[in-house]
């Protein structure tokens, strides 16, 4: 699972480089605006659309016409990231609290459910 804000970095720059000819993953300078590095908005909407299909998060329009470069686009998929996890897990801890799950089961049960 992707954690880090240089692993969403990491993913933003790829779909850039794939996205937009002539770009290298390692010469993206986040600072820069996507339109800076000679994607049209059709490649920006791709860009945007492939790394929270691949982070698997969403992020509201409205804070996406804030942005203006990359560096805000990956704190906002970042940030995302992080608290779509920490919604999990509050989730997670909710459900045994409720079922009164002694910890050595629900490790069981975890396992049980990515083996699946």
């Known amino acids: 699972m992707i954690s880090t804000r240089e692993e ?3 993913v933003v720059r790829r779909h850039l480089a794939d996205t937009v000819e002539g770009i290298e993953g390692k010469d993206i300078d986040p600072s820069r605006s996507m339109k800076e590095l000679g994607a049209n908005s059709l490649d920006i909407v791709e860009v945007v ?3 929270m299909r691949e982070l698997k998060v969403k992020v509201p329009r409205a804070e996406l016409n804030k942005l203006t470069n990359i560096d805000e686009l990956v704190d906002l998929l970042h940030r995302s990231v992080q608290e779509k996890a920490a919604t999990a897990a509050s989730s997670l801890a909710q459900l045994v609290r409720r079922l009164a799950v002694p910890s050595g089961t629900v490790r069981t049960i975890l396992i049980g459910i990515v083996a699946a």
């Open 8 to 10: 969403v970095l990491a």
């Open 49 to 51: 659309s492939c790394s």
